[in-house]
């Protein structure tokens, strides 16, 4: 048995996983991809957001990864993906889809809505980063800082509701991940 590598997509706000969301269906092109999921050494799991992950990163280092790769939306790339990363013992890579900050404070969750930057936790290197820009009041993604590397944000031009079913999000993806599990 080789050594397992990990791809674990983080769905947005409001998002379940019994949902038919732009995420779901990422984890469900993943999953039927030949290329992909005949590979008995890979992990493919859909997560939510506010996930316990604490308990799911216990999960997943006892599975020992070599790499684990993150595709993440909205406050599954502002809140999921840097608690979920800082908890890995692995190095980890990301693809982002307009990851939205999230306050720790009720009060502060007015911030989404602000232009904050998301803290990336050292292991993690961002590949591909997805943005659109919205007006004051609407919802749009954030930028990053910190992390092992950073590429540069593509802004799209769709709605925030939109991003997470974008054909550019699915695309990298799904090229990050074929290209993730070559190495």
Known sequence: MGAIKAIIIISGFTQKMHQHTGSRRLWREMRVADD????????????????????????????????????????????????????????????????????KTILGRWAAFCDWKINVPKNVSVVKHFIQKAKWWQLDGDLLKGGKSLCEPTVLDYTHTEMDDSREYHEAALTVARTFLQK
């Not at 599975?63 to 993440?72: D, G």
């Open 36 to 103: 992909l999921h005949a590979n008995k050494d890979v992990v493919i799991e859909l997560k939510e957001w506010d996930t316990d992950w604490d308990y799911y990163s216990k999960y997943l280092n006892s599975l020992n990864p070599s790499e684990v790769l993150i595709c993440a939306y909205s406050w599954g790339g502002g809140h999921g993906m840097p608690q979920l990363a800082k908890r890995l013992k692995a190095p980890v890579t990301c693809v982002l889809c307009d990851p939205v900050y999230r306050s």
